[in-house]
Structure formats: structure tokens, C-alpha cells
């Protein structure tokens, strides 16, 4: 189903590295410095809409990059601030000298500060706070202004703390009162409540400083490059080579290595989670909750300590190429000592891939299948990608005799464009997909050129407020062809942008300075085939619903720096000719959800949340504070029985999946939970019932057509 077209991203991949860097020469001997050259000559020649940067760049630069470094605004002064401002209207100068003082200059501050801070908190946490005092805490923190005395700030971190410790104070005592621990243990005085909620906090502190004290100052320099470059658009970021690492990994869903999530404590490397299927898994012997103290590879006579190691760094020495063995040194959750050797293979990451389940209603068979990210191989295509899996998903259902297909993109935000376009042709004949413009170029058309179907009986697209980009794609073109019917928010996402990730590496000569990371940029818009762009406005569901983020400000349009809206010519397309009903399925649809018990439910539950959310004035006092929790609980238990609700549907797994299994408990239990959540689903229940509606309407009129042939 791959068609024949060519990838306007690949085009300007293999442009940029054959032609146009061959012509410049990027050897700055200052890595800083030959950093911000290569992006500044990146976002020039192949941002979509390159920006003048001048002082207003600068002064955004500066506002958005100083907010980035303390948005509590506990940590810089205000005589900092002033000082920093000398600046403000200078660094689009700097950055076209690839001049880094601005950022020297306020690094050496920023660990002054965080230094001093780290006193400041120790020194309050010493000492017991008085919660029967009248006084309250305001959380919004873009409203405050940076203090000028010492004095003042010491009160800002001790309200701040306070508004902490209140809430640890709460968790302590409603422990202390619950009939349990009165059965079992003596209870505590508040003296000791107090102090132990205390504890927790400077716990939780130290653990974040841990990690604020293991960032390198290149990691802080990404900080100050990534608040330029934010400046183009939302989506253009610049990758250190740790996050390009990790990005490579959530897009194609697999990495080489161990298969265990790790964890930086205060007392070391921890194992977080055992990813099922993996070597770790495999082998059996590394369990949650073990502590890595040293790593040795197969090639060495010592092992390597990894106690007090940053968590990037020892990660690199635990991963590998597949087939190499690794040794772990590991402290048992029982406190003894002992050597696991491991083979590294390669980790499939099971949450990143398409799943399906069947669903039985009334006698009648459906397939439902999620997809939680258009994911590929930037390596090789037709290594397992999105589009490949979810073409067997569909085979196998339809061996199962479903009789309609629900897509779940609900908070997919995304990924590859060639997969989108690959899984519509899945369900149309050929024609246009999606339309991609470049800046002073024609608009290319990315087609499905191949005639074949794989899924041409009843479809639904279910979308949310967190469905972007490539899920956008998919549910705008089968609404245009009206191929299928999308149930979901009142808008989608609304990111309507193309991006390239372009690795820094390729563009220096001879690089002595080690990995310059990649730099993720906007080069295209894509447009609807009927020449409408998703950009801000998202996509509008035939069928709207609400749900928890109906009042909460989320999307595209809520972002800094969004490109506009605009719209192109449509592209030459005819509608899906069927004996569906669309418009009479939609209309019995709205009927239906207008009537719902459940949904009014979850709309009056999403404004509670969302006058929740925008609270920002709270009592320090603790017996205030118990009675707003109160007032919280007792309103929230309106809701309760949104978890109670219940479904009459039936899921079960394809035979295929049984069978593993039988051989993977973590992945029956997955299952398993995923079926308990689709079965508490209103939205999956009101799918199935436009499903079904839609192949009652084929019925009518396939007769009603039958009949004027006679």
C-alpha cells in the first residue's frame, strides 16, 4: 500500500547533505559556538517560516529562557534579573556572532543561586512549622515578582515548602486516623506527624536536586539553545545526544539493550520496571526495586562502580549491541550482593505499538484496534512500522469475522508521515491522502496509489483533544472521502506541521568535538485534501463528546509561536461511494449522546476540573486546608460513578495473542486491563453503535438501490 511517491522530508534530507552544506564549512573549534552556527544556518535555509531575529527575537529569547531557569522564581534576584537585562536586546547580536556570554553569564549565576537555595531549604526544614497559623499561599508563580533581599526569599521558599509539607502533613494524619492503624500501632502525636511530613519534603528536594546537580553544563546549554530556537515554532527543538537517543527510540518503539527501566535515587541506580519480553525479563533474575552498583562488558577485566554516577552516563555503559553480554553488580532488594550476566538483545517497547481486541455485542462481531503512535525505523521502513501492523491487525480480525473497524488515535500525537499515508490507503481504493507545501514551492500530493483494500466494510475514527498531527491526517481523510465516521472532542489537536530531525554530525568535517546532537525543524505545512489545514483549527468530529479536556486549555492554539492557519487549492479526489448512511447514522448518533446519562456526567466532571485546576490562592492553615479538601472530596464523590459505569460489550483477544499468553503473564495482565478499561468506555460503546447503525443503513440502501436496478 506504499504508492510510489516521493517524501518531500527525505528530498530535503538528501538535498541538505549532498549539496548545500558542501558550499559552507562549519569548523568552529568552540563547540558552543559551532552548535549555534549549524542551527542558525539550519532554521534560515530550511525553516518553513524563518524569523528576523532582532531585538524583539531577542527580548522573547530572553524572557522565555530566563523562565525556563526559574519559574518559581526562587532562585534568581531581582538584582539578577537587572543585571541580565543588559542583555535583553543582545542576543540576536550574540547569536549572529555565535557569541555565548549571555549564556556563560547567567550558567554561573543559575548554580550560584541553586547552591545557595539548597542551604536556604536545608536550614527551613530544620525547623517545625506551625500550621494553626492564619496564612495562605498563592500558586501563581507568572504573577510574582522576582525579590531583591535575602530576607524575602528565604519567606518565598518557606511558603513554598509549607504549601508542601500542609499536603504531606494531610497524607500523615489521615494515615494516623485510619481504624487500621488504630487497631495495630499507637498513634502519633502531631509533633511527630509534623515531622515526618517534613522529612518527606526534604526528601523529595533532595532527590530533585540530586538530579538538578547531576546536569552537566552541557545540559544547561540545551536549556539556552532550545529557548532560541522555540522562538520559530512549538515543534522545532534541538536534541542533546541523550534525547535524540531516547526520541529514536519512542518513534521506532525499540532500542538495544537489557529491557529495564532504571531510576536515579538518592542512594543509587535503581530497576525501575522489567520491560516484558526483553532479556532481562528472559533471563529472570533482575527484579524491580534491585540496585545496579557496578557494570562489567565482556571485554573487560573490571567492572565500572555506576553508585553516584549520573543516570545517562551509566545507561550508556548498561546498553549495547545486541548479542554482547553485560554484568550487573546488583544490591538485591534483600541486601545481598550478586553478579547477573545478561545478553543484550533487542527491546520491543509493547506500549509503543498498535494492539487490537474483538468486541461482541448482541451476537455481532467488531474489531477495535489502538494506536498509540505512527512509529517506524527511521533506518529501514520495512523493519516494523505502524502502517505494516496495523494492516495485519485488520487480516486477523477480519478472520474473525468482524462486521466493523473502530480506530482508537485517541492521545496519539503522531509520527511518521509515510505510515499515515500508508494506513489510508488501507481503507480506500487509491487517491490523495494528504497535501505538503514548502515555502515558495508547489504543493506535492502524497497519494495511495495502490487499488487494493484491505478494510472496506463500516469504520470509525475516534479522536481527542490530544490526537495531532499524523492521527489528525488520518481522521481528515476519511472524513473528506467520507470513508468513515469520527467520533470524539470538539477539535483535535490543531498541529497541521511537518518536521525533519536532521543529525548535526553530517554537516561537520572531519567533528573532533564530540556529539553535536540533532536538531528537530519545521519545513512543511500539510493540508486536507479538500485544501483545508488542520493547523490550530484541528479537526472538528462529525460526532462530539466530551471529556476531561473539554475545559482545559490544550492544543496547538495554546502554544507559543504557532504558525497560522491558512488553506490551499483541494486536491482532485472523489467521495467513497458506499451504501452507508453517514448522515442519518451521525444525526441517530448526536441523538443518542445529547440523551447520555454518562457523558452529562463527565462534562459536569470536567468543569470541576477545571475550576479545580485554576485555583491559586491556598490556606497554610491546616484546619482550613482539611475543610476545602473536604468540600474537594465531597464534591468529587458526584463522580464516583463514572468509574462504575459498565458497558454490555465483550472484548477478547485474536488467537494469535492467546497463544503468547500462554508463554507472557505480563502481557495477559496488560490485556486484561486494557479490556476492563474498553468495557467502562462510553466513547468505545458509542462507536460500536454507530457500527453498527452504519450496517443497518447499508442494508436499506443496498435494497433500496437493488430495487431501482429492478
Known sequence: MKGNYKFLLLALLIAFASCSFTTKKFEDPDKDKLLIQLITYLLDQGHFDPKDINDEFSANVFKDYINNLDPFKRYFYESDIQEFEAYKDKIDDQIKAYDVSFFNFTHERLLQRIAESKVIYTDILEKPFDFSKQESYSADYEELEFVSKKRDMKERWRQQLKFSTIANYDDVV?????????????KKSLKEMESEARLATKKSLDELYDYIEDRRREDWFSVYINAIVEEFDPHT???????????????????????????????????????????????????VGDQILKVKQEDEKEPITVVGMRLDDAIKFIKGPKGTVVTLTLKKVDGTIQDISITRDIVEIEETYAKSSIVEKDGKAFGIINLPKFYISFEDYNERNAASDIKKEILRLKEQGVEGLVMDLRNNGGGSLQTVVDIAGLFIEEGPVVQVKTTGEAKEVLSDKDKSIVWDGPLVILVNELSASASEILAAAMQDYKRGIVIGSKQTYGKGTVQTVMDLNRMVRNNTKGDMGALKFTTQKFYRINGGSTQLEGVKSDVVVPDRYSYIDIGEKNQENPLPWDKIDAADYDVWENYFDYDTTISKSKARMAANEQLKLIDANAQWVKKIRDRENYSLNYEDYKNEMQINEEGAKRFSKLSEYQTNLTFNSLPYEIKLMDQDTVLKEKRNRWHKALAKDVYVEEAINVLHDLKMTYAIKNNVANSVKN
Do not use: H
Open 174 to 186: 489521615s494515615q494516623d486516623d485510619s481504624e487500621e492503624k488504630a487497631k495495630t500501632e499507637k
Open 237 to 287: 527543538f534541538y536534541f542533546a545526544p541523550e534525547d535524540k537517543e531516547r526520541f529514536d527510540r519512542d518513534i521506532s518503539g525499540k532500542f538495544e539493550g537489557i529491557g529495564a527501566r532504571l531510576q536515579k535515587k538518592v542512594d543509587g541506580i535503581m530497576v525501575n520496571e522489567i520491560i516484558s519480553g526483553g532479556p532481562a525479563w528472559r533471563a529472570n533474575e533482575l527484579e
